[in-house]
C-alpha cells in the first residue's frame, strides 16, 4: 500500500473517531470501569492508573487511548513498541512529558529490551536512572518525571513479560463487536460522513465486518462509492450487497490474510492438523502474525480449531471455501 493511501485513511479515520466514551460504540464492561477510574482519578487529582489494552488490530485501543487523554483533559503523546529502539528513546520521550499527559504505546510487546527494563521505575515511580559512561566508571544519575498515564496497547497481552504486565493497574481486554454494535458504528459514521445508509444496509455491512469497527468504516467507504457511482447514492441492503461483491468481500467478511491462512489450511493440509508455524510459511508471513491477526478472527467464527496436534479446518470452513471435505481431520 502506497503512503499516500496510508495517510488518506489514516485521516478517514481520524475522522470517524468517538471522542468520549459514550460516543464509544460496544464493549461495555470495559467502558464503566475506565469510566469509574476516570472519575476516580480526577476526584483525587491524581494521573489514573496505567492501563494496559489488549485486543486484535482495530477494536478502539488507540480510540480508547485519546478519549482517555480529552476526558481527563491533558495531553496525550502517541508512540509505538518498534519505534523505540535504544533506551535513550525512551528517556527522550518521558523527560518531555507535562504533568498528568497519557503516553500511548502501542505494540508494547516489541519495545526493546532495555527500554523495557527503564519503563519498570518509570511506570512505578515515575523516575528513570540515566546512565552515563561505561563499565566501572559508569554512574547512574536517577531523573524525576512528570506523573503521567502509560496506556499500553497490545495483540495479546499474554507476549508481555510478566514485570511489565504487572506495573499496570488496569488491564482490559477488547473482543470483537456484534453485528449489531458495528450497525450502530456504521450508523454514526454515515452520519458524520452524510452518506444515506438504510438500516437493512447497515445490516449487510455490519455481518461482514469481520467483528472489527476499522473494517466496517473501511466498508462503508468502498460501499459509498459503489452507490454514488452505479445507484442514486443510497446505500440499502441491494446495493450494499452488490458493492461487496465487486470488492471480493465473503459473506463472513474474511480478509486477505484470514482467507489465505484458510485456503492452505484446507487445501494444502487436507484441513490438518498442522503446526501454526508451517501454515505461517505456507502463507509467507511471520507466526506472531497469523497468531495475533487471522486466528482469534477464524477461532472466533468457528472455521477454525486449536488442538494438541495443531490447527484444525472445521466442517465449516469446507463448506465456506466450497471444498469437499477429503475425510474427517480429526478421526
Ligand atoms: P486499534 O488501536 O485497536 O487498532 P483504533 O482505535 O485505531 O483501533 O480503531 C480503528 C477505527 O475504528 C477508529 O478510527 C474508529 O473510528 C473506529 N472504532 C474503533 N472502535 C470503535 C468504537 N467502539 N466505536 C466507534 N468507532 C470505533
Known sequence: VSAVANAEERAFEAGLRPHTLSEFVGQGKVR???TIMLEGAQARGTPPDHVLLSGPPGLGKTSLA???AEELGVPLRMTSG???ERAGDLVAILTALSPGEVLFL???HRIARPAEELLYSAMEDFRVDVILGKGPG???IPLALAPFTLVGATTRSGLLTGPLRDRFGFT?????YHPDELTQVLTRSAGLLGVRLTPEGADEVSGRSRGTPRIANRLLRRVRDYAEVRADGTVTREVAAAALRVYDVDGLGLDRLDRAVLEALVTRFGGGPVGLSTLAVSVGEETETVEDVAEPFLLRAGLLIRTARGRVATPAAFEHLGVEPVSDPLG
Not at 482490559?172 to 470483537?176: E, K
Open 32 to 34: 464503566e470501569q475506565l
Open 106 to 108: 502501542d505494540e508494547i
Open 172 to 176: 482490559a481486554h477488547l473482543d470483537f
Open 82 to 84: 518498534p519505534a523505540i
Open 138 to 140: 559508569a554512574t547512574a
Open 66 to 68: 485519546m478519549i482517555m
